[in-house]
């Protein structure tokens, strides 16, 4: 049913078998801990399931869920997945003892489902945004005919008042300031969805969120995996989705409005800001004609 590439990465190990075939899918990690969101994750499988262009399959990762509410996200997520032609989606629970953030641990776990899967291209999505019918398309394209690793687009965003079952979006912006690789270097102007992976270009052993980066793990994993290799920036511009920053600070996102929640946000942001800064000074960094 799927076409398959051989991945171009070289074998790590001297004799190792050539790597098995990949499938032409994009694997989406929807991370999801909040039990009572099931309608904002309806959305986000909707918007995945609307791609055009290509094959997604979703991995959807719960945080601690008990059976009851790991059995209802199933239901939801099939519920939203009805073209028998495309793979099903996949619901992991990352599942421990602690009470704490767990954010990169969900992604990880997401991770080695979709190693598992043998899917070629890598996505990611919070359970509380969304992709318009175009995302996916837009990224594959340069990934498909040529040697960028990571292709990236932009993601407009919505100023929401969350209702009871619904988003009230009063306002548009477009907040996320950059253009290329240099700009990407600076600081992070690119959201988690707003960018897919080619995993038949890059070592599996660099596809990791590290646990001790709250908050900022996701701009770490992009130090990792596009600072050393070709990008593609084309699509900036071209606004492929929405991130939703809603007025009752259930953002982990500082809003900047002054509140004590937001200063607290802030600090958080702060402390692992400079843990990351401590970081990437041993992060390598390769600039191509494709990254400008």
């Known amino acids: 049913m799927f076409k398959t590439t051989t991945s171009g990465v070289p074998s790590q190990q001297s004799g190792e078998a ?3 075939q990949m499938r032409e899918v994009v694997s989406t990690v929807v991370r999801f801990h909040d039990p009572a969101g099931l ?3 309806e959305r986000a499988i909707q918007s995945l399931h609307a791609q055009a262009g290509a094959i997604v399959q979703p991995i959807v990762v719960t945080q601690r869920f008990d059976k009851r509410a790991l059995q209802r996200t199933r239901d939801a997520v099939l519920r939203q997945w009805f073209f028998d032609w495309l793979p ?3 619901v992991e629970n990352y599942e421990d003892d602690s009470q704490g953030d767990a954010r990169s641990a969900l992604m ?5 489902r979709h190693c598992a899967l ?6 990611f999505l ?3 945004d969304l992709l318009y019918s175009h995302a996916y398309r837009t990224l594959m394209r340069p990934l498909l005919d040529s040697d960028v690793a990571v292709a990236f687009a932009s993601v407009e965003m919505g100023h929401a008042v969350g209702l009871h079952d ?3 979006v009063y306002d548009m912006s477009y907040p ?9 270097i600076r600081d992070n102007f690119c959201p988690l969805h707003s960018y897919l992976v080619d995993c038949a270009k890059v070592e599996a052993k660099e596809l990791h969120f590290r646990s001790e980066l709250s908050r900022v793990e996701d701009y770490d994993f992009l130090l990792r995996v596009a600072g050393a290799r070709p990008c593609d920036f084309s699509g900036i511009g071209r606004r492929i989705g929405v991130y939703l920053m809603r007025s009752d600070d259930s953002n982990s996102t500082p809003s900047h409005d002054g509140s004590a929640c937001d200063q607290e946000k802030k600090s958080i942001w702060k402390c692992n800001r400079d843990r990351l800064d401590r970081l990437r000074s041993g992060y390598p960094v390769k600039f191509f004609a494709s990254d400008f």
């Open 39 to 41: 309608g904002k994750l």
């Open 108 to 112: 990880n776990l997401g991770i080695e």
């Open 18 to 20: 050539p790597q098995e």
């Open 166 to 168: 619904y988003d009230f």
């Open 88 to 90: 099903e989606p996949a």
């Open 126 to 128: 919070d359970y509380d």
């Open 176 to 184: 996320f300031l950059g253009r290329n690789k240099i700009d990407l």
């Open 118 to 123: 043998r899917n070629r291209f890598l996505a």
